[in-house]
């Protein structure tokens, strides 16, 4: 197992990259395939680490799952277990998405609490109350989700106090399964959650509404497998575009969807960096000096807070002050010291960053202290003269497939050693 991404930057980055399968599309996907009555084929799945450990689970749940080539099929139908161990679990955020599949399944479900990046608290209050709205007696002792069917089960008005992501996959995971109308409101709209309706939906579900702030979901439909390409990245997308800036290169993205890059796009254009885009074809490219820029991170589609990190890496040279706000992880500054390791001139004051531009930095032995901010030190090495050596890579295996060989086929010097 490799424990160090090396990298010898300073080099524009050049050339064409093709864009892999969304991770947290795939993390909800996999266990939403539980719910058919036949196998499911996945196509375009990373080749991550989480996919992996989400393979290890459902063979463990007695799942006959086969991954090759970005292609995994997925047989439920041994499955009879429905308390997959901790070690296997703890790893990963979305080994909660196996709650409502599990008890949607089996009738009822026993997951330690999930694991996952630590950028903050990261309560499940709100999975909480979307399963128990729809009649799931829901309990948490001892470190472990216990949800069971009551004879309630069925479908309900579910108000969520914020647009979570983990909570409207696990109420809609819910709903398919729960007989009647099933409504959440105040939804989270984020891409993946549209690909997990629209999966769900192949498999035979009706859910109308993904992406809008209300989903509506009839529920108890029998659901069969299906075979389904996954969306492609938005942050893979998002932070190879960064990187692409931060060097003064010129990179076309290929297979991207470039809707779902907007909000990215508009910052980069504000910052001095010509983007343009065609059907599933990005290109960026930039020189001379970067402008700063403000910025708060949002729900989709406002700035995603998992690309704060890597936009963040590349201010550190920009032209002046930038002011980033992160208004969804209240701890997703930890990265900053490393970035200040490499000379970056950065103070965080509560929730905003403020990033006072520097000439460059110097190359450095850096650590990811979660995924995306491996993302944010794999900006920073790139654009660095000189070896920097980053460790913590587990978080960027978890999420980014062969980076080191993108970044190598774009020119850079990447790789894995150790
Ligand atoms: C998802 O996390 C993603 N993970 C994260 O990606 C991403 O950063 C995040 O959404 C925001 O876009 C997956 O999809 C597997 P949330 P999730 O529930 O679902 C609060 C990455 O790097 N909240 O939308 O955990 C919470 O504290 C990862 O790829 C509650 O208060 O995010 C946070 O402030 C990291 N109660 C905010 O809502 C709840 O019950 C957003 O959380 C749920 C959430």
């Known amino acids: 197992m490799s424990e160090i991404l090396r990298i010898r930057g300073g080099v524009p980055l050049n050339g064409d990259a093709y864009v892999s399968g969304s991770k947290n599309a795939a993390v909800a996907l996999i266990p939403a395939a539980l719910l058919g009555s036949s196998p499911s084929t996945i196509e375009n799945l990373p080749d991550i680490d989480d996919v992996y450990c989400l393979m290890r689970i459902l063979r463990w749940l007695g799942a006959d799952v086969t991954f090759e080539r970005g292609v995994m099929r997925i047989d439920p139908s041994g499955v009879t277990r429905n308390n997959p161990p901790y070690e296997m679990v703890s790893r990963m955020r979305a080994s909660y998405y ?5 008890a949607g399944r089996l009738g009822s479900a026993e997951v330690p609490m999930p694991g996952g990046c630590d950028i903050g608290n990261r309560p499940i209050d709100q999975t909480i109350k979307g399963l128990t709205s729809l009649g799931l007696r ?18 309900n008005e579910v108000f969520l106090a914020m647009p979570s992501v983990g909570a409207t996959i696990n109420t809609m995971l819910a709903a398919v399964s729960a007989p009647g109308k099933t409504y959440i409101h105040n939804a989270a709209k984020e891409p993946h959650i549209v690909d997990t309706a629209n999966f769900l939906s192949s498999m035979g579900a009706r859910i109308k509404g993904a992406g809008t ?45 470039p809707t779902h890059m907007e909000s990215l796009t508009a910052k980069l254009l504000e910052m001095g960096v010509y983007v343009t885009d065609e059907d599933d074809v990005i290109r960026v490219r930039a020189s001379g000096n970067l402008r700063p820029v403000t910025l708060r991170t949002q729900v989709y ?3 995603p807070t998992d690309l704060q990190q890597p936009l963040t890496a590349m201010l550190t040279v920009a032209w002046g002050t930038s002011y980033i706000t992160e208004n969804i ?7 900053v010291d490393e970035l200040r390791r490499m000379g970056a001139d950065i103070k965080v004051f509560d929730r905003t960053a403020v990033v006072q531009g520097v000439e460059k930095l110097h190359a450095s032995s850096i650590t990811a202290t979660d995924l995306r901010a491996g993302a944010a030190m794999i900006v920073a090495a790139l654009m660095t003269e000189g070896t920097s050596d980053i460790s913590g890579v587990q978080y960027i295996m978890r999420g980014y497939e062969h980076i080191d060989e993108k970044l190598r086929r774009l020119g850079a010097d990447a790789r894995y050693i150790g």
Request: glycine fraction near 14%; avoid cysteine.
């Open 301 to 303: 589609p406002g700035f």
């Open 98 to 102: 196996l709650v409502p599949t599990l």
């Open 329 to 335: 992880f209240e701890n997703r500054f930890r990265y």
């Open 213 to 257: 702030d209300v989903i509506r979901i009839t529920g108890g439909l029998p659901l069969h497998g299906s075979t389904y390409t996954v969306i492609p990245d938005q942050i893979e997308t998002g932070t190879l575009m960064i990187a692409a800036a931060a060097t003064r290169g010129d990179v076309t993205l290929h297979g991207t969807i």
């Open 138 to 155: 829901v309990n948490t002792e001892g470190g472990i989700i216990r949800a069971e069917k009551t004879p309630a089960f069925g479908g």
